[in-house]
């Protein structure tokens, strides 16, 4: 969704949406963000969207499922940056 952030600094903001929402919940902020810090990534949380819901997956299964993908991304972002990465979590 968001560009990469420029070579010193890589941010990260990572958007969890609530009970039974989905990423495009933040769609409004998705392009508020992305328009006035074009160079963050902007990632709504996807891996939680299918157990977030009533009877679905616990809070510690959700908990797992979305560190899993943040540390992937986060990884990925480390791996690629010659300088830190900064992350933001919503």
Partial sequence: MGERAPAQCNA????????GGNKTDWG???R???ARF????ILPLESIEGGS??????????GDL???EMTGHIQAAA????????????
Wanted: proline share 5%; charged share 10%.
């Fill in 12 to 19: 990260l903001v990572f958007l969890a949406h609530g009970l």
């Fill in 66 to 68: 979305a560190a899993a």
């Fill in 38 to 41: 074009p160079s963050w990534s």
């Fill in 28 to 30: 409004v902020w998705v």
């Fill in 53 to 62: 819901k009533f009877g679905g997956k616990g809070v510690d299964a959700l």
């Fill in 32 to 34: 508020a963000l992305e």
């Fill in 79 to 90: 791996g690629a940056a010659t300088g830190p990465v900064v992350i933001h979590c919503i």
